[in-house]
Nanobody, 123 residues
């Protein structure tokens, strides 16, 4: 089992920044990829970014490149998503997830999920 707890969401004005955190515990060594997804009301869950849990490989959805950065603190077993230049269309619930597959970028490839954290970007 893997437990994931997100934090750091909130309300921010357009152009602002937020950093989301995902604290991981349990059998994290069994997972290959850790990722971030988001889901806006009435829309499907969308891939944001991911990284190889034990390496340095990162990959992003095209619309997030240059604005979002995924990183990891090994000592704290925590993954981060730094979000800059936020836009109102970034408003969504953001989820942290863990996958047993390498380079996973689809929700169906992830088998552990956090509870989500709300990000709201105002005009």
């Amino acid at each position: 089992q893997v437990q994931l707890v997100e934090s750091g969401g909130g309300l921010v004005q357009a152009g602002g920044s937020l950093r989301l955190s995902c604290a991981a515990s349990g059998r994290t060594f069994s997972r290959q990829t850790m990722g971030w997804f988001r889901q806006a009301p009435g829309k499907e869950r969308e891939f944001v970014a991911a990284r190889n849990w034990r390496g340095e490989t990162t990959f992003y959805a095209d619309s997030m490149k240059g604005r979002f950065t995924i990183s990891r603190d090994n000592a704290k077993n925590t993954m981060y998503l730094q979000m800059n230049s936020l836009k109102p269309e970034d408003t969504a619930v953001y989820y942290c997830a863990a996958s047993g597959s390498s380079y996973a970028s689809h929700a169906y490839e992830y088998d552990y999920w956090g509870q989500g954290t709300q990000v709201t970007v105002s005009y």
